[in-house]
């Protein structure tokens, strides 16, 4: 199967997303730009997910390009990653309507985590179908050995004697 129609329909439920999100901010409702300052953590939260959907959006539009084929798991993975992007207008709404509690801010991570971990299982999925051979397990390995030499540089890495 070819990776285009899959890459189309995640473009447009990405689109809603990120629409809905917009929709979930309320304006204030005098003029005075003092009056923004009480939409501060609501748009806050909605700049943090805009640009983690957005990343999604974009991590997944390269993934597809550089994908020969894709398998019905690849199709069942991808709306499992779909089905978490689409909760969050919920949890950042759920944040704003009980002032960030713990629950609300703790279920937020959950979300973005699950994502993760579906993009995670897509590019693995994808490797797997495709081969080690592959375009996206040959860009996929380069990324992970920039992040292994990069985490080696850490001062944690090291003894200081």
């Known amino acids: 199967m070819d990776s285009r129609r899959l890459e189309a329909f995640t473009d447009g439920v990405v689109a809603i997303i990120i629409t809905i999100m917009v929709l979930n ?13 009480a939409s501060a953590p609501m748009f806050s939260a ?23 084929k894709i398998d ?7 709306l499992a990653l779909l089905f978490w992007l689409s909760l969050v207008p919920f949890v950042i709404r759920w944040n704003n309507d009980t002032d960030f509690a713990v629950g609300p801010t703790a279920a937020y991570g959950v979300v973005l985590g699950m994502a993760a971990l579906c993009y995670e299982l897509i590019e693995r999925v ?14 996929s390995g380069a990324i992970e050995k920039g992040w292994s030499a990069l985490l080696s540089t850490l001062p944690l890495s090291r003894s200081h004697s």
């Open 126 to 139: 994808i490797i797997a179908f495709n081969g080690p051979d592959s375009r996206v397990a040959r860009e």
């Open 46 to 68: 909605y700049l943090i997910s805009f640009v983690n959907v957005g990343l999604y959006w974009n991590n997944h539009h390269h993934l597809m390009h550089a994908t020969e």
């Open 25 to 37: 901010l309320v304006p204030p409702r005098s003029s005075d730009l003092s009056s923004l300052r």
């Open 72 to 78: 019905g798991r690849v199709l069942w993975l991808n």
